[in-house]
């Protein structure tokens, strides 16, 4: 999934809404990069449609992919397969799983309390895919969530929160 768009959008040639580009270039070869400015009319002679707004993602359509279709002029939501949401599960796992390797070597800078902590998340992370047999019923509205509720707190560790990679 892409981050949502903010700001009012623009589909160029009937292409994905985006916002505007920092200049436009009007047909009679003048370009435009005040916006404030230019017409709406001048906006459909060099080839943009819209304003669009991104569709809302909220907890009821958090597991959804918007999709702007051309024809329609509008965006259609479409539900994550349950396969998509189990390989974002894994991923993240192995990547929460990556980030912990350190808790466990033998000169890690841990006590033996936290070490044994981080074995004990280490393996309910481990144990995930045998745990969960509805990925939206056990993750409620967020994926992460299941990631960040148990995972004990170190010092390179926000808050107690583990940070995900690439998140």
């Not at 707004?53 to 939501?77: E, Q, V």
């Not at 992370?125 to 707190?153: E, H, M, Q, W």
């Amino acid at each position: 999934m892409t981050d949502t768009p903010q700001g009012p959008l623009y589909s160029y040639k009937g292409g994905e809404p985006e916002p505007l580009p920092y200049h436009v270039r009007l047909p009679d070869g003048s370009t435009r990069t005040d916006f404030s400015v230019i017409t709406d009319k001048e906006l459909e002679a060099a080839g943009y449609t819209g304003p669009y707004t991104y569709p809302k993602i909220n907890d009821d359509t958090h597991y959804t992919t918007a999709t702007w279709d051309a024809s329609a002029k509008s965006w259609t939501l479409t539900e994550l397969s349950e396969k998509f949401l189990w390989e974002r599960v894994r991923v993240r796992r192995n990547n929460a799983l990556a980030a912990t390797d350190y808790t466990q070597i033998p000169d890690a800078p841990l006590t033996t309390d936290q070490v044994a902590v981080f074995k004990k998340y280490r393996q309910e992370l481990r144990d995930l895919p045998s745990k969960i047999t509805d990925v939206k019923a056990t993750c409620g509205s967020n994926i992460s969530d299941i990631f960040y509720k148990n995972c004990p707190s170190d010092p390179d560790l926000t808050d107690g929160k583990y940070v995900i990679p690439g998140e």
